[in-house]
């Protein structure tokens, strides 16, 4: 991977008559041997894709399957190019690599994160580059990512669907311009700089975004209409027609009535909505300690925000009957998404908020971020890995019961044991060190590692970490001094 980024920074930049910068990409092949060949950007001539260099130009002439390819950028998928070009992703599916490590998805929102999805739909084994290295590759491409959108405004208009993320990305039936609220589109094209909603070239960007699309009406005319994206984002009523696509709060107090309430409307304006309920119901204090108001609440509320709005820009929303739950009670604040992990992301990536930078629903993504709706990329599971350190608290837990991803948060360590029976018998210190664990992402630490970096006694960190392993949520490795522990997957 970090080949990969060094290779990718020699990339040549073209010359284009708009000036738009090009992506700097670099692509290592691994071949069984473990030899491996190096591609970049522009290498052998001028717009040349890395993996097109590398497996079309350099190793045209060898058998390449079951080779392992790294690329820092997410392969273009179907369609993406000019016939008869192939998209890079087609060129690995052909050429039968058996594994792809990706950097960061495309940020094109017209074709982000669909040239991973065409891999995995063909059998290819997928990973992403960890969030760190993540990183890298934005900073160097920070202009490339800035203009993405104005590569999907000038994106051609018939390209076929080759590749379909979700059923959301089609025409509703039945439905016209008029169901989506003008003020709201308007808004967000004028904070995205993409012009006018009621001209011809406002209307066209919309469709190469995925949020109109065009259609013949009963006069034979071709008119623009709502995706399921559109109507779910900026629907005046969009649960008529996605019934499910809400969020189901509930407070839960001892010795208070159970208060309910259900947060509708369009996506860009839930998360205002529901933050409003639960900030009512947090409970809060005055902070006197500087000048003007600053309210504390008794649990940090930024966690909660993160979790939410990640619920709704995750969920899967091709899964009919599952609203998102939220539920706040005296031991917990509960957050239910529907579906599992988006591929390649793992479950445990996710139980460790380790997980690589990932759209499920890209073009939701795209919308939020320029409302300024969701946080920088990355940033979002790091504020949630602050609540050990800054907020002296357990990590969320999380689950899968199907269909719902399940965040539980934990107000206190001794709620823990109450939202939990696996971690029940567990005291403070031990809830600190199975976190520990689980922020370091699965690495091996010896008993010495875990007296410098938790500041605890050795003999405490032997009681520890025995008590750990007796009820398997850490696994011993070694024998004597090289003896090493790892979380249980």
């Known amino acids: 991977m970090e080949l990969s980024i060094n290779v990718m920074k020699s990339s040549i930049q073209e010359k284009r008559p708009d000036e738009k910068p090009s992506p700097f990409v670099g692509a290592v092949m691994v071949r069984q041997d473990l030899t491996y060949e190096t591609a970049y950007r522009g290498e052998l001539r001028e717009g040349d894709h890395a993996e097109f260099t590398l497996l079309e130009r350099k190793c045209r ?14 392969p273009c998928a179907p369609g993406a190019r000019h016939f008869p070009k192939l998209g890079c992703a087609e060129r690995i599916v052909n050429a039968r690599i058996a594994k792809v490590y990706i950097g960061i998805e495309d940020p094109d929102p017209t074709v982000c994160r669909k040239g991973i999805q065409w891999l995995i739909d063909n059998d290819v084994e997928v990973e992403m580059y960890p969030r760190d290295l993540q990183a890298e590759i934005e900073e160097c491409n920070k202009d490339f990512l800035s203009a993405a959108i ?14 379909i993320l979700s059923k959301t990305e089609n025409v509703v039936a039945n439905t016209i311009l008029d169901d989506l609220s003008e003020e709201l589109v308007a808004g967000f094209m004028e904070k995205a700089q993409l012009g006018d909603f009621h001209t011809s070239e406002g209307l066209r960007v919309l469709s190469q975004l995925g949020l109109l699309d065009i259609k013949q009406n009963e006069k034979g005319e071709s008119v623009y209409v709502p995706t399921g994206l559109g109507l779910l984002l900026f629907g005046k009523r969009p649960q008529l027609v996605y019934p499910n696509s809400f969020i189901r709060a509930t407070y839960k107090s001892a010795g208070r009535k159970e208060d309910i309430e259900t947060v509708g409307g369009p996506l860009v304006e839930q998360p205002k909505q529901i933050f409003n309920w639960y900030e009512e119901r947090l409970g809060r204090q005055i902070d006197r ?8 609440y008794n649990y940090p509320i930024e966690v909660i925000n993160e979790l939410v709005k990640n619920a709704i820009l995750h969920r899967d929303y091709d899964i009919e009957g599952a609203p998102i739950y939220l539920e706040i009670n005296d031991d917990a604040i509960i957050i239910k998404s529907p579906g599992y992990a988006v591929p390649p992301i793992k479950l445990d990536q996710i139980s460790n908020f380790s997980a690589p930078s990932l759209s499920r629903n890209p073009k939701i993504m795209f919308v939020f971020d320029a409302l300024d709706l969701a946080e920088q990329r990355g940033l979002g599971f790091m504020t949630v890995r602050e609540l050990t350190e800054k907020y002296n608290l357990p990590l969320p837990l999380v689950s899968y019961q199907e269909p ?10 001794e709620a823990v044991k109450k939202v939990d029976d696996v971690l029940a018998d567990l005291d403070e210190g031990e809830i600190k060190l199975l976190d520990f664990f689980k922020l370091n992402d699965g690495q091996s630490h010896s008993k010495g590692e875990v007296v410098e970096k938790l500041g605890i006694s050795a003999r405490t960190a032997e009681r520890e970490l025995k008590h750990l392993v007796e009820l398997k949520l850490l696994i011993r490795d070694g024998v004597g001094r090289s003896t090493t522990y790892r979380i249980a997957k």
Do not use: M
């Open 61 to 74: 002439s060898e058998k390449v399957e079951g080779n392992v390819l790294f690329a820092t950028l997410e």
């Open 150 to 163: 104005e590569r999907a405004k000038l994106a051609e208009e018939d390209k076929p669907k080759v590749v």
């Open 289 to 296: 300690s500087e000048p003007g108001r600053k309210y504390i």
């Open 404 to 413: 719902y991803l399940v965040f539980t948060l934990p107000r206190n360590a």
